[in-house]
């Protein structure tokens, strides 16, 4: 399996998208300061994700994520979360 994810910064309140084909060691890379992007960003937490059977449709559903339009598409569905 291939996951997008999204991380809210608990420091700036900030998200951050990304994708891995092992979610749980990735976001311990992030809150751990392995990345770069986040490092100075933590503590993190996983706010949304979704899985896909391929790279390439994880990797197609990341880069809709970070456009003006699936950025809107996910504040919609975070809010709906939220209730």
């Known amino acids: 399996m291939f996951y997008i994810y999204v991380l809210k910064s608990q420091k700036d309140g900030n998200l951050y998208i990304g994708s ?4 749980e060691t990735r976001i311990k890379a992030h809150n ?5 992007s986040t490092k100075g960003r933590r503590p993190l937490i996983l706010v949304y994700y ?6 390439t449709e994880a990797r197609g559903r990341e880069r809709f ?3 003006g339009a699936g ?7 975070l809010e709906e979360m939220e209730g």
């Not at 979704?50 to 790279?55: A, R, V």
């Open 32 to 36: 751990s300061g392995k990345v770069r």
């Open 20 to 23: 891995s084909g092992d979610l």
């Open 50 to 55: 979704e899985s896909f059977l391929t790279k």
């Open 71 to 77: 950025r809107r598409v996910l504040k919609e569905k």
């Open 65 to 67: 994520y970070k456009s």
